[in-house]
């Protein structure tokens, strides 16, 4: 049996965690997306454009879902596929040049404002060493999503 980690330090980072999860829910309903395309076009956006099986990846969906998510997303008009330049035979999947209109900046600036003034409170220093943590926790949150979906697949397999 794992022992669960006690203290105020454990609840202060699940009341984080939890946080930023409700936060992430209420941008996709703000825009009008399910949590998982909210993600998908968040993922899209930063890279500016994924193959199917690299959002299938970033996602954690199966090829099919990522397949179904896209064609949503692209009825809807938000994405386009396009052949890629480097390789004519893979498609990429880019945002849609007349996507219908969604403020990003102002569905997530209500956060970036309250996290800016919680940032501000730190001295450049000590900023430098929370966006370390940032760019650092981003590939290991990754990484521990990836054991849950093996374990939950380990587990299905029973």
């Known amino acids: 049996m794992t022992q669960r980690p006690s203290g ?21 309903e703000a825009a009008g997306l399910q949590a998982s395309e909210w993600y998908a076009m968040s993922q899209i956006s930063l890279a500016g454009g994924l193959t199917p099986g690299e959002l299938s990846a970033r996602t954690g969906l199966t090829t099919g879902a990522t397949t179904r998510l896209i064609d949503r997303l692209e009825r809807a008009g938000r994405v386009r596929r396009v052949a890629d330049p480097g390789d004519r035979r893979r498609v990429v999947v880019e945002p849609a040049p007349d996507a219908p209109d969604v403020d990003i900046d102002a569905i997530v600036g209500p956060a970036r404002r309250r996290v800016g003034e919680v940032l501000e409170r730190y001295t450049p220093e000590q900023r430098e060493v929370l ?15 990836e054991e849950i979906r093996a374990a939950l697949r380990d587990r299905k397999r029973r």
């Open 8 to 28: 105020e330090r454990h609840e202060i980072f699940r009341d984080y965690l939890d946080a930023v999860g409700l936060h992430a829910l209420a941008g996709a």
């Open 131 to 145: 966006f370390d943590y940032f760019r650092r926790a981003a590939p290991a949150f990754r990484e521990a999503t």
